[in-house]
């Protein structure tokens, strides 16, 4: 009797688990999107805007039902804007709290990083916050670019100065993957407009000190000074290239395309120039454009700034891959269905992928910071 009772509670306690296992653990949580990200230090800035700008679409669409009947939740993680902690964080956001996709994270050196990882554990990257070359050639099939590369910008952005008549130009570029697949790019501008730099330069990623190097952008009579960094790092060489004398034209990439960016130069920000990697945040013409903003006004929100738009594009298109993916979406199935996206409108923007193509978008603009603290195209 003993022994038939407890045969018995074995078997209760057994279908018990089962029956839990059957209730709380799917084989993947419904519509979880990871964002590993730099939310604090020299990037901050940015990242919280490319963050607003997919919880903008992501909370609208939410609120007229989510995908397929299933919400998308956006969870968040600080990577401190360091590599490893990118790639600890993201391990964990996979395997513990089952995230279907990785989403926006900042940073070439950092999405370097992830590749690894993501074929490994087969799990998407999408709208990657960088336009770093090796995430575009060759081909990964588990990363979905929406924009443009750092070196269609960098070289766009020496071209209009050589355009210009503009025939001195500096360049400075962080010390990192980054700054080398960027600084690739200009060279290949300043082969089209047949130019050297006057001046090329690296500066340590981690603090930098701008001092001397602003002081020999000064001496080379620079009539413009391409700089190469994150926000914070790049603010800090405007000041001191200002500091040094120089009143050359200052360029950067769209990494900087943050209202952030724009606080952090103070008053160095009037004239500078800044590369674009979506339509003008302002004009209606594009539908895309026209959609995030009465979105953000039915938020109560101001606008949308161009680090929101890259967030808001993402999350646009990430969407419609798990639309098609279908109820039961896993990693896989969303991937698949990403790169089936052809002629995809994303309002005004075609995203196409491919097995031979995973780079979605290549507008690419330059802008010019006004004086009331605006980009204008």
């Known amino acids: 009797m003993k022994k038939s009772h407890t045969l018995l509670k074995n078997t209760l306690s057994a279908l018990g688990l089962s029956a839990l296992i059957g209730f709380t653990a799917p084989a993947w949580a419904q519509l979880r999107i990871g964002m590993p990200s730099g939310f604090t230090g020299s990037v901050a800035a940015g990242v919280k805007e490319n963050h607003e700008g997919a919880k903008l679409y992501f909370d609208t669409i939410n ?31 996979v395997t ?29 990257l999408v709208g990657p916050s960088t336009g770093a070359m090796v995430l575009h050639e060759p081909v990964h099939p588990w990363v979905f670019n929406v924009r443009a590369t750092y070196q269609r910008e960098a070289a766009k952005a020496v071209e209009h100065l050589a355009s210009i ?18 600084a ?49 790092n790049t ?32 008053e160095h920000a009037r004239g ?31 606008g949308v700034s161009p680090a929101m738009m890259e967030g808001y594009a993402a999350a646009k298109v990430l969407t419609e891959g798990l639309r098609r993916a279908g109820p039961s979406a896993t990693p896989a199935s969303l991937r698949d269905a990403l790169e089936g996206l052809r002629n995809y409108d994303l309002g005004g923007l075609t995203v196409n992928y491919g097995p031979n193509n995973h780079t979605g978008l290549d507008f690419a603009d330059l802008s010019i910071i006004d004086a009331t603290g605006k980009f204008r195209r």
């Open 165 to 182: 008549g503009i025939t001195r130009i500096a360049v400075i570029e962080t010390d990192d993957s980054f700054g080398a697949d960027s």
């Open 63 to 93: 609120t007229r039902g989510g995908v397929n009947g299933q919400k998308i939740e956006l969870i968040t993680v600080d990577d401190k804007f360091d590599p490893k902690v990118t790639v600890e964080v993201a391990r964990e956001l």
């Open 184 to 232: 690739a790019g200009a060279l290949k501008g300043f082969a089209k407009a047949n130019q050297k730099p006057v001046l090329h330069e690296k500066s340590p990623r981690d603090k930098p000190d701008f001092t001397e190097l602003a002081k020999r952008v000064a001496a080379s009579n620079a009539q413009a000074v391409l700089v190469i960094a994150s926000a914070g």
């Open 272 to 302: 500078v120039i800044v590369t674009q990697v979506f339509p003008n945040e302002r004009s209606v013409a594009y539908p895309l454009i026209k959609e995030a903003q009465e979105f953000a006004k039915a938020k109560g929100l101001p």
């Open 96 to 124: 513990q709290q089952r995230v279907l996709a990785l989403f926006l994270n900042r940073g070439t050196p950092h999405s370097q990083a992830l590749l690894p990882l993501l074929t490994e554990l087969k799990v998407p």
């Open 235 to 266: 603010a800090n060489a405007v000041k001191a290239i200002r500091t040094a004398g120089s009143r050359a034209q200052v360029v950067t990439l769209s990494n900087n395309a943050s209202e952030g960016f724009i606080k952090l130069l103070g």
